[in-house]
């Protein structure tokens, strides 16, 4: 895709994230009728990013660096009324399943340090959120595991802090292969 294809992908996913926090903000009233509206704008707005970034980050390339971006960027704007509609789109679609692989690809070099981190603090985020099962099941905590031996401390942070909410979350705290790799 050339560079104003991405510019337009990059705009509209910021609209769209932009009419997700307004939802999001939405769910704090106390209509009912105004919650139902909101939360639903918000799982079709959430739903519909993830799928538009899973299928970037399988594309390589300058789509990919810039779906990471977008990625980490959409679960930052993640507020606590928004959590479980961010982490049910994203065990809907197959976005850890790309993720995942493309943070691998990537690898942990001085040059992708920094776009690294970016995917890495969505991830770490998702799995504090409540979507640890969906990390865990995509091979997300042996990829932490890999980077506790990264000679980069801000890898090596993020690599601590998923540990840490993976095995926070009940689902997986309590699954044996968890323990086993640990």
Known sequence: RGHAARAAAGAARAAASAAAAVAAQELTTTAPETKRAATTTLRLTRISLMTDLEAELTAGGDEQSQAIVDFAAVVEGISGDGE??????????????ALVPALRRIG????????????????????????????????????????LASPHPNVQFYAVAGIENLTANIDVASNPEVYAKL
């Open 84 to 97: 479980w509609v961010v982490m049910n789109a994203v065990e809907e679609s197959a976005l850890l399943v």
């Open 108 to 147: 942990d070099t001085e040059a992708t340090e920094e776009l690294f981190c970016t995917g890495l603090s969505g991830l770490v985020n998702l799995a504090g959120f409540g979507a640890g099962r969906a990390v865990f099941a995509t091979g997300g905590l042996d990829l932490f595991l890999e980077l």
